[in-house]
């Protein structure tokens, strides 16, 4: 790898979670200064928009872990349904950050045809979904078990 494409990928890996959602327009300008040096259909070029995406599959991932532990913490004491909501946004405009990043440098090209963007959102949003509801399943299980232990100590007092 040449020394322009070490130093991009060490600019990237350095952008904040918090300027995730301008990562696309920085990666853009960086992939369009590196094709000027170099062939877009090289190896190198490849090689570093696929690092670039592991980079962004690495945040999308976290933001995942952070979003099913909002969920499935939602119930809990302390817990902030407006940031599990925020972090919700945040990993959707991640997976529209990187489905860009593909259309634009053709990286999807070096594997199978990725889902749309809909297909993402519709995949997320189900599975949201089904996750929401078994915590709502177990949250009732909960409440019938404390229900019964309550009742079962009530009689058990009164004896």
């Not at 992939?31 to 000027?36: R, V």
């Not at 592991?54 to 809990?76: E, F, K, P, T, W």
């Amino acid at each position: 790898m040449n020394n322009s494409s070490q130093s991009s990928t060490l600019s990237i890996s350095s952008i904040p979670p918090s300027s995730f959602q301008n990562a696309s327009v920085y990666m853009s300008q960086s992939s369009l200064h590196d094709s000027i040096h170099t062939d877009p259909n090289s190896p190198e070029v490849l090689k570093q928009n696929v690092q670039i995406a592991l980079d962004h599959v690495a945040r999308i991932q976290s933001l995942a872990r952070n979003c099913l532990h909002g969920i499935q913490s939602a119930y809990q004491a302390g817990n902030s349904p407006a940031h599990t909501t925020a972090e919700l946004a945040t990993l959707m405009q991640g997976l529209r950050t990187i489905a860009e990043f593909f259309r634009q440098t053709g990286s999807q090209s070096a594997s199978s045809v990725p889902p749309t963007e809909q297909q993402l959102i519709d995949t997320t949003a189900r599975e949201v979904q089904v996750l929401y509801e078994r915590l709502k399943r177990i949250q009732e299980s909960n409440t019938v078990a404390v229900n019964l232990l309550g009742a079962a100590d009530t009689v058990s007092r009164a004896r």
